[in-house]
Nanobody, 123 residues
Framework: QVHLVESGGGLVQAGGSLRLSCIAS????????MGWFRRTPANSREQIAAIHSGGSTRYEDPVKGRFTISSISRDNDKLTVHLQMNNLKPDDTTVYYCGAGRGDGRSWSWGYWGQGTQVTVSS
């Protein structure tokens, strides 16, 4: 079992910054990728940033140059990753989720999710 918990969401003005954190605990030894996702207006979940334990990252166009995913910190049975979000826009308002899984730096397979944290950007 793997359990993920996100934190760091909140209300911020446009142009401001937030830092999200995610801790994955449990049977994480085989996991080598963590990512951040957000809920779309169609109520689906879109990947916005991902990182492989080797350091390879992927960012989707809406967040490139504004969001930065940290390296994965591994401590026994816990994995930690952060998402630094700068120059936030009202369109970034939604629920953000952390995911954990496996990847090779180019393709990803996500098996575990957190409950999500709300980010609200006021204009």
């Amino acid at each position: 079992q793997v359990h993920l918990v996100e934190s760091g969401g909140g209300l911020v003005q446009a142009g401001g910054s937030l830092r999200l954190s995610c801790i994955a605990s449990g049977t994480v030894a085989s996991l080598n990728a963590m990512g951040w996702f957000r809920r779309t207006p169609a109520n689906s979940r879109e990947q916005i940033a991902a990182i492989h334990s080797g350091g390879s990252t992927r960012y989707e166009d809406p967040v490139k140059g504004r969001f930065t995913i940290s390296s994965i910190s591994r401590d026994n049975d816990k994995l930690t990753v952060h998402l630094q979000m700068n120059n936030l826009k009202p369109d970034d308002t939604t629920v953000y989720y952390c995911g954990a899984g496996r990847g090779d730096g180019r393709s990803w397979s996500w098996g575990y999710w957190g409950q999500g944290t709300q980010v609200t950007v006021s204009s």
